[in-house]
């Protein structure tokens, strides 16, 4: 069973990738937290397109991180091999330093100016949905898997381990992007361990104080150890503005607009590491 999970990772990914997608479709139109200010059609083909795109780019990476596990695990490299960490251990803490690993990098990538640059495509979507969890910039893309893949070296993390959490990353993002309204007891209670679409929105406000804040992705825990955990946006979930302030044209909803957002104007982009207006 796990040789097959491993074997056919891209194939059953992608299963669950396109049926996550179509099933937190319909629930966005059967509950959605907010109203929808822009039809599908004005947002979806150049989400998805990314998605698409980048898809084929992680896909010709030479080795990639699953290639560094195997190569790990045949090899015996990395610190879990070389203290001779048992299986379950190995596993639990693998799956928690690459959660952990996704939290830093997180941060990074709102903390430093070059990194901000092509993290602001994704937060330049002005709504919030399922497609949003998966909108990010191919340069980004291809930086988080160069980074997944030295940790996974330094820790030798097993092959199956990064198989499960590459899968559940996934699903958690497009989750936590939803535009989809939890009952309010379930939402209280699963945001202790796991990130709930109202915990990320705050993410994506338009406030650089709250859009530093809540960074992870799975696990709720590295914000509310770190002090980046913030639990409601000021002005509510359905009256906060999401987004940035700039490139919300109709134009920059366009594919290409959108993926030459890191290399256009405002060149004095506020990043969000900034104070309470974005400056520093």
Do not use: C
């Not at 396109?18 to 039809?39: I, Q, T, V, Y």
């Not at 949003?132 to 191919?138: I, L, V």
Request: charged share 15%.
């Amino acid at each position: 069973m796990h040789h097959w999970l491993i074997v056919h990772a891209p194939l059953w990914r992608a299963g669950l990738f396109f049926a996550a997608l179509l099933g937190l479709a319909m629930l966005e139109s059967l509950a959605p937290r907010r109203p929808r200010l822009l039809p599908r059609h004005a947002r979806w083909p150049a989400n998805l397109a990314i998605t698409f795109l980048n898809g084929l780019i992680v896909g010709i990476i030479p080795l990639g991180p699953l290639g560094v596990s195997l190569l790990a695990a045949e090899e015996g490299i990395g610190l879990f091999h070389a203290l001779r960490v048992s299986p379950l251990l190995a596993a639990v803490g693998g799956f928690l330093l690459l959660d952990f690993a996704i939290y830093v990098q997180h941060v990074l990538f709102h903390a430093l100016p070059v990194l901000w640059r092509l993290h602001r495509m994704h937060h330049a979507d002005p709504e919030l949905d399922v497609t949003t969890g998966a909108r990010f910039h191919t340069f980004e893309i291809i930086l988080s898997a160069l980074y997944k893949m030295a940790v996974i070296a330094a820790f030798g993390i097993a092959p199956l381990v990064v198989v499960i959490f590459e899968a559940v990353l996934n699903l958690t993002s497009m989750f936590n992007h939803a535009n989809l309204a939890l009952p309010p007891r379930l939402e209280t209670g699963l945001r202790w361990v796991l990130v709930t679409p109202d915990m990320h929105r705050v993410h994506h406000s338009v406030h650089p104080e709250e859009t530093n804040s809540n960074f992870g992705f799975n696990l709720p825990w590295w914000d509310r150890l770190f002090g980046t955990y913030r639990k409601e946006p000021r002005e509510g979930h359905e009256r906060m503005r999401l987004g940035l302030p700039y490139f919300r044209t109709d134009a920059d909803r366009g594919f290409w607009r959108m993926w030459l957002i890191p290399f256009r104007a405002p060149e004095s982009d506020p990043y969000p590491m900034g104070g309470e207006d974005g400056t520093r």
